[in-house]
């Protein structure tokens, strides 16, 4: 085991990190399945409107791949399958039943070939919860990933505690993480953290490393530039801890049951909990009347730096293991901002106080909410990227190499080896407030579409 | 703050698109950024944000520059009541040197900022703060005696050319307010260099007139060594006795009206330095570069009155302190990544001092030194940027 200490990095605390139990919500009448969580998969719809499935039945899959399949959390009756304009399916909703049927599978043989259990895994949907690098999209089935990257903790602000989320079921994770050894030729690398439960620790057919630092340090991103980096046509897959704890389960009972244990977390959260539940579910289900009342707020699937914007009539994503629920605050008129102290607001640079308020104070809370809190300009100050971001790449000349879709500059400054989320921290420090993670999903996009 | 509030939204309609204003869009929304917070919200990406932004960013600049400022004040009172042979306070001194340097600050911000205003209406974008920093180092480069109508030419000039036509702050590629001194220097040569303009010996708002006296004579100490014909590195102030390092880092000499106290710039260092606005690196760097030249200059050089002066001096004289801590750490006509930051300033500090001492028509070099590191500063980031691509490169053979 190596420990691999960052410096790079940054902690943002914000108010409202979900107290460790689970509370109930009710249960969904329907629930949703969006292809477009699916990042890089054109979808093919595999049933019609009034279709009875289990879960684990199909729900689409994928044009290109059509063994990349999604499936139903659920039983129960589809519900409408929604297209958009030029056909875009938007969602496929399914009534679901109230004693949840399940589809039965055969379990896994570990010593069955690779190709048997990697279409064991495809077969029940597991291939869509993978995602891979080069592009950061859903897992290519065809390729052999030269490495595999499990976390086992998150860093990102008001992220979920594993050692919380996965008590119990340190069986399931091993049993998940020996079927990933067999996807791969070469390692399966989990990494912990200093903080990581001794549980969660003893894994075995994977190499263990131990990041300790402040957030990106749990971040894949950041673990596979310093264990395995990506060079061109090589290609790594990554999958999230809870769904290889999924994957397990399904291995040993050859039945797909996607609960997972969700954090809802967020300033504007009156009792920040978790929950169990499966994707797809409404937002307003899961946050129930859990939200301050008379606040705007903003709810995000997955945490504040690199999730997505939901409403509340939105659905769970089956990347996202919080929900945040942030205020939107538009409404909030600061008076000449520029010139004042605003001693409750958090800041990276030593434009404002917040080092030694936290130095002076340490359970100081900030304030947040949604406003970019300034206006948008060309790069004007220069190394403050680098000082959140530990890989060895330079963000600020990959990113310009990315707005200016030079194909060879981005190759050369190492664009296959990032995602979005790995530059979630630089939009946040960002002076000139540029949209970093949209140019680096865009430019990713027409990477993929020019190179493959 | 509500009223302020409620008249800003009062107005808002008159100035939006269809407005009856709606040509001052984009001063209206230039003012009411400056009251207000923005309160538009992330759309995409980051759900929440750093409090920073260009504004505070640009104003901390600023601050930074106003030692400097109220010292080029007081010193435009000192020198011009020394050479005049008046016998005054403090104060009065402090308030000539306001009277005849007020005017170039507001002949420089109505003037670039009026052009700033036109081109964002025109591009239909925000006002860009990055003139607020250069509208205030113009009056601090520039000697008291410069007329006007030149600085409202060579300001005009420098946004337009300079700025604007590469796309704004951000995109530029020299110094803006070092194009508009290099300007000035190149164009009226008359009124930037020679003995005469240092000091002023008029009036400033017909306060203060007077004769120089007998024994005055307005060269600055590097003028005075480049024209030397002795190889012995001695200056003087403008009456003549001679002085020495200390007297020059403090600021009791005869320059532009910002850069004459190394004092006054190393407090306004300070803030940069703590706030982190500034890089320390590119400040250090310029000092190490110019050090290490005028060393070399006093073991080896040529047998002059300026290859002579002690290294030590040449850091507090001129524009070289000015130039190290305001105008080598422009982020954005500077080298960009931080290996490249120590290059860029210890070549912009030799270089400086370069001029000084080998070229004889120029006794200060900083100005030039910097503008001509502006293009290498590209060219630096280069290099460095490639050895990242190399370690890539050499990631893939090694297996």
């Known amino acids: ?452 | 703050m509500k009223f302020l509030k409620n008249i800003l939204d009062k107005l808002e309609p008159t100035f939006s698109e269809g407005g009856k204003l709606s040509k001052l869009h984009s001063v209206f929304d230039g003012f009411s950024t400056f009251l207000f917070v923005p309160n538009h919200t992330a759309k995409s990406g980051a759900h929440i944000h750093d409090a920073v932004d260009s504004k505070r960013t640009m104003i901390t600049v600023v601050l930074a520059l106003v030692p400097a400022l109220l010292f080029g004040m007081w010193n435009v009172g000192y020198q011009h009541f020394l050479a005049t042979g008046q016998l005054v306070n403090f104060w009065e001194q402090f308030a000539f040197g306001l009277l005849a340097v007020l005017p170039i600050l507001v002949v420089s911000y109505v003037v670039g900022l009026g052009i700033e205003f036109i081109v964002a209406q025109i591009k239909g974008h925000e006002i860009q703060e990055g003139f607020l920093v250069t509208g205030f180092l113009i009056p601090l480069i520039v000697p008291v005696d410069t007329p006007l109508w030149m600085i409202a030419v060579a300001t005009a000039f420098a946004v337009i050319f300079a700025k604007e036509v590469f796309g704004g702050t951000g995109y530029n590629i020299f110094n803006v307010a070092l194009i508009t001194r290099a300007f000035l220097f190149f164009a009226y040569p008359t009124a930037m260099s020679g003995d005469e303009v240092w000091v002023r010996t008029r009036d400033a708002f017909w306060w203060g007139a007077g004769e120089p006296v007998n024994a005055f004579s307005g060269a600055t100490p590097l003028g005075q060594l480049a024209t030397s014909n002795e190889s012995v590195a001695a200056f003087h102030n403008i009456m003549g006795e001679p002085i020495g390092f200390w007297d020059a880092f403090l600021g009791f000499i005869p320059g532009s009206i910002g850069e004459t106290s190394t004092l006054a710039i190393l407090l306004g260092a300070a803030l940069l330095i703590v706030t982190n606005v500034a890089s320390w690196k590119t400040m250090l760097s310029v000092f190490l570069g110019g050090a290490f030249m005028g060393f070399i200059f006093n073991t080896w050089g040529p047998d002059s009155a300026i290859a002579n002066l002690p290294w030590y001096n040449h850091l507090v004289l001129g524009g070289f302190a000015f130039g190290a801590v305001f105008m080598a750490t422009d982020p954005v006509t500077s080298a960009r990544t931080e290996t490249g930051k120590w290059i860029y300033g210890f070549l912009i500090g030799v270089m400086a001092i370069i001029i000084r001492v080998l070229n004889p028509g120029y006794p200060e070099g900083m100005m030039l030194a910097i503008l001509l590191m502006n293009i290498f500063g590209c060219l630096i980031d280069y290099f460095v940027v490639q050895s990242n691509i190399t370690k890539r490169l050499k990631r893939t053979t090694i297996k």
């Not at chain 1, 605390?13 to 699916?38: C, K, R």
């Not at chain 1, 009156?270 to 409404?282: L, N």
């Open chain 1, 1 to 452: 085991m190596k420990t691999i200490k960052l410096k790079k990095g940054l902690d943002i605390e914000i108010s409202g990190n979900a107290s460790l139990h689970v509370t109930s919500t009710s249960q969904p009448d329907t629930i949703a399945v969006v292809p477009d969580d699916f990042t890089g998969i054109t979808p093919k719809i595999a049933v019609k409107e009034g279709d009875t499935v289990k879960a684990g039945s199909v729900l689409f899959f994928d044009k290109k791949h059509p063994e990349l399949k999604i499936v139903s959390p659920v039983s129960g009756k589809v519900a409408e399958v929604a297209r958009g304009e030029r056909r875009k399916l938007l969602y496929v909703a399914v009534k679901r039943d109230i004693e949840t049927t399940y589809q039965k599978f055969k379990t896994i043989d570990l010593n069955a070939k690779r190709e048997d259990i990697l279409s064991a895994l495809l077969e029940a949907g597991f291939g869509a919860l993978i995602r891979q690098r080069p592009y950061d999209v859903i897992a290519n089935p065809t390729v052999h990933p030269k490495a595999i990257f499990v976390s086992a903790f998150d860093s990102a602000p008001l992220a979920p505690d594993y050692n919380f989320v996965l008590k119990g079921q340190a069986s399931q994770v091993q049993a998940g993480l020996s079927i990933l050894a067999k996807l791969t030729d070469g390692k399966v690398f989990y990494s912990v953290s200093p903080s990581t439960s001794v549980e969660l620790r003893n894994m075995k057919d994977v190499e263990i490393n131990e990041f300790v630092g402040p957030h990106p340090a749990g971040t894949v991103g950041v673990q596979i530039n310093y264990l395995n980096p990506v060079n061109k046509g090589e290609v790594v897959w990554s999958i999230n801890i809870q769904d290889v704890a999924l994957i397990g389960r399904f291995a040993t009972t050859g039945v797909v049951n996607l609960t997972k244990t969700i954090a809802i977390a967020g300033p504007e959260v009156i009792e920040p909990a978790y929950v169990k539940t499966v994707y797809g579910t409404s937002i307003a289900n899961i946050t129930d009347c859990n939200i301050s009342k008379g606040v705007k707020v903003r709810y995000i699937n997955g945490d504040v730096l690199s999730g997505t914007k939901v409403e509340a009539n939105g659905v769970l994503s089956p990347f996202a293991n919080v929900v945040s629920v942030i205020a939107e605050g538009n409404n909030t008129h600061e008076f000449i901002g520029w010139a004042m102290p605003r001693l409750n607001k958090f800041s990276n640079s030593n434009l404002f106080a917040t080092k030694l308020i936290r130095k002076l104070c340490p359970k100081k809370q900030f304030e947040f909410d949604a406003r970019i809190l300034g206006g948008e300009r060309a790069f004007i100050m220069s190394g403050e990227l680098e000082k959140v971001f530990p890989m060895d790449i330079l963000p600020e000349q990959l990113i310009k190499a990315m707005i200016t879709k030079n194909l060879d500059k981005m190759e050369q400054l190492g664009a296959y080896e990032v995602a979005p989320e790995d530059f979630g921290l630089c939009e946040f420090v960002c002076t000139s407030k540029i949209e970093i993670q949209k140019i680096v999903r865009e430019a990713l996009d027409y990477m993929k579409k020019e190179l493959e």
